[in-house]
């Protein structure tokens, strides 16, 4: 840090993060690995940052004041993963490199990022009353073709304390409005733009990659418009801070399969629109304030939605995850970001669960249409702390609600297949009649009257195939911390401490789930 004089000051920072970590993984002899397993990894990663900020700040006259900020950073990140790995042991048990009776399958990615930047602020202010603020960046990404690796983005932003504008009632202690408009940019991973092809298993062979890449790959783009109020009442003892948010990003960089006769499987480029809306509000209240006791609450809502407004042209759907059975997330033009889509049960026109008799047992009909099963994302959270403090004793409690988000789980199906669980413990000894329809050979369905076990059941209703039947609804209430704290400084007033303060607490103590079953998970 350096002050030149009492208007412009400046500062410097450079900073290193490294590490290297050595791992090993052993198998002995088993089904998958008849004379056992062995694999070494090494990974080394550095970070350097190194940056520099330049202040200015005058007051032009007694009503306007001034302050830029000029600066440049400088950031590069290196990663080594080296994995060798022998699949079977010429002697069992010994776990070397070396000990290897088949090839060694070695692979070694490298990768290198640089990102350089340059920007500047400034904020013009009148009377503490009116704020303008503009800001500007340039970032030259290395992750980026040659061309295109440079990409600027503004903000500007506009603030008004309307409390020291005008006349309010008593009761509104402070009230200020704010709005901005920001465009901002996002490269991609190390690596991406490289169309190049794979080391083969035989020594000095190579094999074509998997996804070709745009060679006029652009960055991200995400214009941004927010509106916030922040309003405080009756001597700060009840404050709200409101903000409203409406993103649109384009030019993602996105990655869809095309036709194998290529010689590849997928092709990245730029395109598709997401729009995304939220609200995020906060209330923070006194409900006492006394000379003993005070009594603080906080709570914070949020609300977001993420809408796909469209892809690229000739393209319905862009699979973003891929589950461990045939369900998927999927970004579709009127969807929301994070719909999962999969396989469910077949049902009637009255949506009835349609059975069919498998070796006289009654079992449900998997469909095979994908269809929309939910989406991941929560419809809405809220937090919520409460604070109290009784002379020099402390009490916080966190509870952490969130409404909505489904989940599709693998183990949700081999606890029913496994009868694991104690949803699995009627019809253990007797059959029973399965709720449902089915054919009756003229076109329609009526309700079903066979029999099946319980065994058959559960392992047929909880296929793992069956995205729908292993889809949740995540909604829970989590107590997520109590802590109760003691300053015992007036105890010790004679030692020379400045503060002594002990402290008991307690994190992720209960869970409340919406759905029964979700107890058997974390629903985070």
Same mark, same amino acid.
């Given at each position: ?17 490294? /590490? ?7 198998? =002995? ?13 090494? &990974? ?22 001034? !302050? &830029? ?5 400088? /950031? ?71 061309? +295109?690796?440079? %990409? ?17 009632? *008593? ?62 009442? $009756? ?6 801070? &409101? *903000? ?85 997330? !999927?970004?579709? =033009? ?41 989406? /991941?994302?929560? *419809? ?16 916080? &409690? ?35 009649? =399965? ?9 329609? %369905? ?19 195939? +069956? ?9 829970? $209430? ?11 400084? =007036? ?30 998970? +974390?629903?985070?």
């Amino acid at each position: 840090n350096y002050k030149f004089n009492d208007n412009l000051s400046a500062f410097v920072r450079v900073g290193m993060d490294t /590490y290297g970590d050595r791992r090993q993984s052993r198998r =002995p002899a088993q089904r998958a690995f008849r004379q056992g397993m062995y694999r070494e990894q090494d &990974i080394f990663l550095q970070e350097l940052n190194a940056d520099i900020l330049a202040t200015y700040t005058k007051d032009l006259n007694n009503k306007f004041s001034l !302050e &830029i900020n000029a600066g440049a950073s400088t /950031y590069s990140q290196i990663i080594s993963n080296k994995v060798a790995q022998t699949n079977e042991l010429a002697l069992p048990g010994i776990y070397s490199l070396g000990n290897a009776a088949d090839l060694l399958a070695i692979t070694q990615v490298d990768t290198e990022r640089k990102l350089n930047s340059v920007y500047g602020t400034a904020e013009l202010s009148y009377d503490d009353k009116l704020y303008f603020d503009v800001t500007a960046r340039n970032d030259w990404s290395s992750t980026l073709p040659p061309g +295109n690796q440079s %990409f600027f983005y503004p903000s500007v932003g506009l603030s008004a304390v309307i409390s020291k504008m005008t006349e309010l009632p *008593d009761f509104i202690s402070y009230l200020k409005l704010r709005t901005s408009y920001a465009l901002t940019g996002n490269s991609t991973r190390p690596g991406v733009i490289n169309n190049s092809y794979n080391l083969g298993v035989i020594p000095g062979s190579v094999t074509n990659g998997n996804t070709f890449t745009d060679q006029n790959l652009q960055n991200e783009k995400t214009e941004a418009m927010e509106f916030g109020i922040d309003l405080r009442l $009756l001597d700060n003892r009840l404050t709200f801070d &409101i *903000d409203y948010y409406n993103y649109k990003t384009t030019d993602q960089i996105l990655t869809a399969p095309i036709s194998q006769s290529t010689g590849l499987s997928s092709r990245r480029f730029n395109a598709g629109e997401i729009n995304s809306k939220g609200i995020e509000v906060v209330l923070a209240a006194k409900p006492i304030v006394s000379e003993n006791f005070t009594w603080k609450s906080t709570y914070n809502f949020s609300r977001s939605r993420s809408e796909v407004v469209s892809l690229a042209d000739g393209i319905e759907t862009v699979i973003i995850a891929n589950g461990p059975s045939g369900g998927t997330i !999927e970004a579709r =033009p009127g969807g929301r970001m994070g719909d999962l889509y999969g396989r469910g049960f077949e049902r009637d026109p009255q949506g009835n669960i349609i059975l069919e008799n498998i070796g006289g047992l009654m079992r449900p009909k998997l469909g095979n249409e994908i269809k929309k099963l939910g989406n /991941y994302n929560r *419809d809405w959270t809220l937090g919520m702390t409460n604070n109290f403090n009784y002379k020099n004793f402390n009490l916080n &409690i966190f509870l952490d609600y969130r409404n909505g988000g489904d989940f599709y789980s693998l183990t949700g199906s081999q606890l029913y297949r496994s009868g694991s669980i104690t949803e699995t413990l009627p019809y253990r000894t007797e059959d029973f009649v =399965p709720e449902g329809v089915v054919a009756n050979g003229s076109g329609g %369905f009526t309700p079903n009257t066979q029999t099946t076990t319980g065994y058959d059941w559960y392992r047929s209703y909880w296929d793992k195939n +069956n995205t729908e039947a292993n889809t949740y609804d995540s909604t829970f $209430l989590m107590l997520r911390e109590i802590s109760l704290g003691v300053d015992l400084k =007036p105890y010790f007033e004679n030692l020379p401490v400045e503060k002594i303060k002990l402290s008991l607490f307690g994190r992720n103590l209960a869970t409340w789930t919406k759905d029964n079953f979700v107890r058997h998970f +974390n629903p985070q």
